[in-house]
């Protein structure tokens, strides 16, 4: 069955790219759904940036930026994964089209990295999750540095009261493109889905189809562009990667991406089960799109793995921190004249059980609250502190649980592992002007 996401854009969508006028585009919170409204962005001369993609966070990033290298006219583009590589490519011309978060703009902008007087167009994709991650004021800043810039704003709900103000701003009574809207009830398909990004993604579809163990299963790939990142399923013959909706009933069929409204009907209607592989950030979309929705865990050893892996880097984050490695280093320095330093150090780790024996102390379940030095008083928010949470410190939003917040002091809930990591991370953070502190809330007390 043929399945093609084509938006329709009229003569008012039209004039307004023409026009640099602004646009609101309705979408999943999924790269491949923003190609459509790319390949509409003029192409423009001379070389050099001019088309801005503001996204939530990297995995965001890391999504739409691989979706826009299928868009010759957008050429070069650059998903942004260290402020540093960025600068020099952008100082050297050798960027057109820049993906990246609203913070990590703003601080580009600030070391006068971003040319931001060239840009043309400015695309802010999903405000509704920037202004979750407390992002508000870094977008405010940067439109505020693009005053001349297109504003295209693609959202799940441009109804959503979070933009109101937003909307208001830049986008009033701007012409909509429906790109592909939620149901107004979830829809009537169960769905389970498994967490994943984009670089394990192929190896998470593996393990799903290792635990349900179909007779057959299909996996729908969006992007008929993007079939190659499959290709560890290519040796399954169970397995067939398809663009289009199978014609007969089929026992799995393994969304790859985040489906549309209308793709998840049509797989439904062929499947006997669907799973849909997403990004945590995802799941709320998937809440509204599904009334039957469940997570499929698939994974236990390796998520033994990863907690191990973790305890490793920490442990050899501590004792590089502590310092007075010479001896080590004289007892090491012969191997590297003879072999690459990074085996020498692989070849040490496999030497002692001392990080293997912590690893149980990563994998503790629960969570501990932490005390932070801020509150309601200071005028920070619940959005503030996750944002400062994912996007400074580095962790994932399911590492974050409850937001307590009081008038001089904030309790957070922290996964128990992650603890110690956002303990660091965020004091000294600023929140709202205010340098904070952050401690166990047993400390306090």
Known sequence: MAWEFAPTFDAAHRAAFEAAKPLIYVCPPAGWALVPLGARLPAADPPGLHVLVLVPGPADVAD??????????????????????????????????????????????????????????????????MHLAGQDQALDAILGETPDAQRVVATTDERNPDLADLLARIAH?????AAARLPATPLPVPVRWVGTDDARRAITARLVLDVLNPAAAVVWEPMATRHARWTALAGDRSVEIRHDIPDSAVPLVLAGDLPSAEALTALGAVAREVVVLARASQVPYLERLAASLRPLRVAAEADAALERASAVRRHLRERLAEGNLDGELLTLGALFDEYDPTLVAAAALALTDVPAAAAPEAATTGWTRLFVTAGRRDGVRPGDLVGALINEVGLERTAVGRIDMRDGFTLVEIRADEVERAQRGLTGTSLRGKRVTARPERERR
């Open 64 to 129: 739409v930026a691989g979706a826009f290298d299928t868009l010759a006219a957008l050429q070069p583009v650059h998903g942004l994964s260290g402020r540093a590589r960025a600068a020099r490519l952008l100082a050297a011309g050798a960027v057109r089209t820049l993906i990246l978060t609203p913070s990590d703009a703003l601080a580009l902008a600030r070391q006068s990295a971003v040319p931001l007087a060239r840009v043309r167009h400015v695309v802010i994709a999903w405000p509704e999750a």
């Open 173 to 177: 009574r701007a012409p909509v493109v």
